[in-house]
T-cell receptor
Framework: TQLLEQSPQFLSIQEGENLTVYCNSSSVFSSLQWYRQEPGEGPVLLVTVVTGGEVKKLKRLTFQFGDARKDSSLHITAAQPGDTGLYLCAGDYNTDKLIFGTGTRLQVFP | DTGVSQNPRHKITKRGQNVTFRCDPISEHNRLYWYRQTLGQGPEFLTYFQNEAQLEKSRLLSDRFSAERPKGSFSTLEIQRTEQGDSAMYLC???????????FGDGTRLSIL
């Protein structure tokens, strides 16, 4: 059974601070997606990473895929209140369905 | 591209009643997925379709749950004899084909009284 762990579960920071969210698995991913979800809405896709060691940037967000394709991180630089939300990583283990982590709930205070 | 559309957005019903949700995927997306999300958790996979064929069902999908995608376009998820434990957000996602990124709708929030 694949298990996907995210940490931290909760993060409360001031505007302008940097933060990193981690996603770890005991199994190798075929690919990994990061989503952001706001209350009452569905997850919105931020990025997909496929290749071990891959780094992708989306404005102030930097996504990294581990060399062994078992872990990933999301780094946000100079966080803003608009970054507030639930960040979910989801792994595809070549089974055509996504396994989601429990999420990291981020609160950025002005 | 209007995105994945789900109806209704909210459903409140009494225990024991049947409910049906609808999902309209992004047009030309062959894959359609159903997930369930409870408070404080990430979404959990329920089932998925390749066109009209239902290819996999999770053990979470008890006999009271049934999903269809009759013409390979929209899909319905029905829950019969609802129980309090069925209260959750039911999310639908679609993708162009397998192993492609999944795009989610805004879900149907089900509350069982």
């Amino acid at each position: 059974t694949q298990l996907l762990e995210q940490s931290p579960q909760f993060l409360s920071i001031q505007e302008g601070e940097n933060l990193t969210v981690y996603c770890n698995s005991s199994s190798v991913f075929s690919s990994l997606q990061w989503y952001r979800q706001e209350p009452g809405e569905g997850p919105v896709l931020l990025v997909t990473v496929v290749t071990g060691g891959e780094v992708k940037k989306l404005k102030r967000l930097t996504f990294q895929f581990g060399d062994a394709r078992k872990d990933s991180s999301l780094h946000i630089t100079a966080a803003q209140p608009g970054d507030t939300g639930l960040y979910l990583c989801a792994g595809d283990y070549n089974t055509d369905k996504l396994i989601f982590g429990t999420g990291t709930r981020l609160q950025v205070f002005p | 591209d209007t995105g994945v559309s789900q109806n209704p957005r909210h459903k409140i019903t009494k225990r024991g009643q049947n409910v049906t949700f609808r999902c309209d995927p992004i047009s030309e997306h062959n894959r359609l997925y159903w997930y369930r999300q409870t408070l404080g958790q990430g979404p959990e996979f329920l089932t998925y379709f390749q066109n009209e064929a239902q290819l996999e069902k999770s053990r979470l999908l008890s006999d009271r749950f049934s999903a269809e995608r009759p013409k390979g376009s929209f899909s319905t998820l029905e829950i019969q004899r609802t129980e309090q434990g069925d209260s959750a957000m039911y999310l639908c996602a679609s993708s162009l084909q397998g192993s492609q990124p999944q795009h989610f709708g805004d879900g149907t929030r089900l509350s069982i009284l």
